[in-house]
């Protein structure tokens, strides 16, 4: 017996009784090669025998199906068994390398042959054609089901039914199939007539009708239109395609392996089994987007939609996305019923038949390396989806790609100083592929904690929404990890302008490596003990690149980073600050409370953590109040069991507390932000009574005198001249009530906050030299 037998006799080929086979076949050659191996597969319809079957191109979703003859034959007894077959088509050794060639792409999919194609695969190995019986059902069986799915419209209507077991023996031959392909070839298929099928769009397309007042006949016409927009057809062969450009654009400048736990991966397989999974990945490159789509595919995991912007669906690359699952998104479709509908129930359909999907949670890439607020949009969309449907324990998991080196950096560094963004195209595209070649280091795959939406919120309930967005940042900051680069640009820019020996270096590397261990936060296997090599190879990567400065003709090695790559070092170090937030309010708080002399110091600094929490509450995620002033309390008992007494005792008792928190960052953390809302802060204090400016206007005002200000050395750092830095400061400045129209009170009040703003900077210097004093006393 062969193989294709094999895999073909089943229980439901061997089983007695009436059997109608729904045979799906795109061609005639296929057709009679499934019907022979039918004949010599089954008793009753041996050679000669009589063989009840209709034949259907289910599998083709360009053909048009004509479901009358299927429809008489379903009227038939209700316990005739309807068994689906078709062929599954082999490419010989593919599944060693998965290399898809070129003639694949010029005459075709060789697993979707045409007529002329699969006769000369059959002549010349009819091993390469399996013959697969997808799980059968009984006519009453399906009909049943199919009552369930459809019990608010008419179900007398044949050809419904008829379309409903397509659907279903489409979907068991795919099940069938993947045992043989992998489950990397999970789609969707006939998703447009799915859903126009579905009672619950039915209802929901005539309430629409009623309340806009157009006739259901021009809203579906408008329906269809949006559906071939939005639904993704995925294949094989465009599968393969984009898996082979994933491949490409990540190991173009980066190592091939990506890294990641493969315990992860074991924990994210099963809960895309199991559960409606949603993957919102960080936003800092094009390429970060493909990493989770990449990783699936490697490893066997079902194919996952990602979402996209419309501005990326261009001439052949959008045909190309589309075709393996990328979801096309308008950016603006508030005031489009019919296409948010459209959207909502095609989610809700991807949800219900566990098709993972993925977007940038932050909805643009970040042009300052942190976590951006989160665009509340697509989630929106989706938890209003899984709330009408009744949709529960949805996954939220964030997905975290780290990078030694990102190329869209440097676009970053010039956008923030005012120049326009070019936009897309196919050309664009090609150039960013070849900017790609430049080695950049080694790419990094984490997974946050997910968030799980037992049940989704009313979607009118905001808070709830934005409850939930927090708890995915809050998790996508905790699986964050510190790499090697990020730690040196962290290091190098807080003693800046001055640089640091190899010795000074390692050892405060070496320091904040213990502090996040202590604290089990993520770190890249390049700062493990056990990979000292690697560390090297990081560190040529990005002296090479021109970010690092490695000085060796004098008497000992040093490192440094020049002035014009302090932008693009502020974006590295700002990927990881969050993890170093509450000792830097700690340290910068102690300093204030070090200043003061007339009041009780711990009051003092109690007031200045609150502060800081609501001066920068635009540019960090923090917990609530009571939880914000437990994790101080904790890193401060971390560092120092006597610290209460110390900052009730006050004076030299505080020195005591800093040193406890040397090596000091306070100032490598803040300080661009610091800077930025100073710029906008003198900006606001220059304007006379009566003068008003809005953010537009200050933001462009504060890039010119931003400039100037670095020029005459007032602030320390190009990489505090910045668009969102800007808008940012001027957002804090509206929240206290300081922007509007100018009066005396709100100029005094400017003012006031613009020295409090020059004393933190002054905090801040201080901070800077007693790290230098220390690294002198050591290495002196």
């Not at 661009?672 to 906008?680: H, M, N, Q, W």
């Not at 509007?740 to 009040?749: D, F, H, M, P, Y």
Request: net charge positive; charged share 30%; aromatic share 10%.
């Amino acid at each position: 017996m062969d193989e294709a037998t094999q895999i073909a006799n089943s229980g439901a080929l061997l089983a007695q009784g009436p059997k109608l086979f729904v045979i799906d076949a795109r061609n005639g050659v296929e057709r009679r090669y499934l019907i022979n191996w039918l004949h010599t597969s089954i008793a009753e319809g041996g050679p000669g025998g009589k063989l009840n079957w209709v034949s259907l191109p289910i599998s083709d979703e360009r053909a048009k199906i004509r479901l009358g003859p299927l429809a008489e034959k379903l009227k038939d007894n209700p316990d005739t068994l309807v068994v689906p077959v078709r062929i599954a088509w082999r490419i010989p050794n593919f599944e060693k390398s998965r290399a898809v060639k070129m003639r694949h792409v010029i005459f075709g999919d060789p697993r979707n042959p045409g007529s002329f194609r699969a006769r000369s695969i059959l002549l010349r190995n009819k091993r390469r054609a399996h013959c697969l019986t997808g799980q059968p059902a009984t006519i009453s069986e399906l009909e049943q089901s199919f009552a369930e799915l459809s019990k608010d419209y008419d179900q007398t209507d044949n050809t419904e039914f008829a379309a409903f077991v397509v659907r279903q023996a489409g979907l068991v031959l795919d099940i069938a199939e993947r045992g043989l392909r992998g489950r990397r070839y999970k789609v969707p298929r006939h998703v447009a007539d799915g859903l126009r099928s579905d009672a619950r769009f039915r209802a929901a397309m005539t309430q629409l009708s009623g309340e806009m007042g157009q006739s259901e006949v021009a809203l579906y016409e408008q329906a269809a239109k949006y559906m071939k927009e939005l639904i993704a057809r995925p294949s094989p062969l465009f599968i393969d395609m984009k898996a082979k450009l994933d491949r490409f654009m990540l190991s173009q400048g980066y190592e091939d392996d990506v890294v990641f736990d493969r315990k992860e991966l074991t924990r994210l397989r099963k809960t895309m089994r199991e559960h409606p999974t949603l993957l919102l990945f960080t936003h800092k490159t094009y390429i970060d987007g493909v990493t989770a789509t990449d990783l699936a595919y490697q490893n066997d995991l079902p194919l996952i939609h990602l979402f996209g912007g419309i501005n990326l669906d261009f001439f052949g690359l959008g045909f190309m996305l589309r075709r393996a699952g990328t979801i096309f998104i308008r950016r603006s479709f508030e005031n489009n019923p019919v296409y948010k509908l459209v959207l909502r129930y095609y989610v809700s359909y991807l949800l219900e038949k566990r098709f993972p999907m993925t977007w940038a949670f932050e909805g643009t890439r970040s042009r300052l390396g942190k976590l951006m607020p989160p665009r509340y949009g697509l989630l929106k969309y989706v938890m209003d989806s899984a709330h009408s449907n009744d949709i529960e324990d949805v996954h939220i998991i964030p997905v975290v790609t780290s990078f030694d080196l990102i190329r869209d950096v440097e676009e970053y560094a010039s956008e923030q100083t005012g120049r326009i963004k070019k936009p897309e195209s196919l050309s664009w595209f090609i150039g960013y592929l070849r900017s790609l070649r430049e080695p950049m280091g080694k790419v990094y795959v984490d997974f946050g904690e997910p968030v799980i939406v037992k049940k989704a919120p009313n979607p009118n309930d905001r808070l709830a929404l934005s409850k939930m967005a927090f708890e995915v940042a809050v998790q996508a900051n905790r699986a964050t990890p510190l790499t090697l680069t990020s730690l040196m640009c962290l290091c190098l820019l807080g003693t800046a302008p001055r640089a640091m020996t190899e010795n000074e270096l390692r050892a405060v590397i070496n320091f904040l490596v213990g502090w996040a261990r202590e604290r089990d936060i993520r770190m890249s296997e390049d700062l493990t003990d056990q990979n000292l090599e690697g560390v090297q190879r990081v560190v040529e990567t990005l002296v090479n690149n021109g970010l690092l400065v490695r000085y060796d003709k004098g008497s000992t090695l040093v490192y440094a980073i020049e002035p014009d790559q302090h932008p693009i070092a502020s974006y590295y170090r700002n990927t990881i600050i969050h993890h170093f937030l509450d000792k830097a309010i700690i340290e910068l708080s102690i300093l204030k409370a070090r200043e003061v002399s007339d009041r009780k110091t711990a009051d003092v600094f109690w007031e200045e953590t609150d502060r800081l929490r609501d001066l920068f509450k635009f540019e960090f995620f923090y917990p609530e109040k009571q939880q914000y002033r437990e994790n101080l309390k904790a890193e401060l008992q971390r560092a120092d069991p006597d610290w209460e007494a110390k900052l009730d005792e006050g004076g030299v008792k505080l020195i005591s507390l800093t040193n406890r928190f040397q090596p000091l960052i306070g100032h490598a953390v803040f300080l661009p932000f610091v800077e930025a809302y100073t710029v906008v802060l003198e900006i606001l204090s220059r304007l006379e009574p009566g003068d008003a400016i809005d953010k537009k206007s200050c933001v462009e005002t504060a890039l010119k005198e931003g400039r100037q200000a670095y020029l005459l050395r007032r602030i320390t750092s190009e990489a505090s001249i910045g668009k969102i830095l800007f808008e940012n400061g001027f957002r804090m400045a509206a929240g206290l009530g300081l922007t509007g129209e100018t009066t005396l009170e709100t100029i005094a009040e400017r003012k006031a906050l613009l020295r409090k703003f020059r004393a933190l900077s002054r905090r801040m210097e201080k901070s800077r030299l007693e790290v230098l004093a220390l690294a002198d006393k050591i290495f002196e």
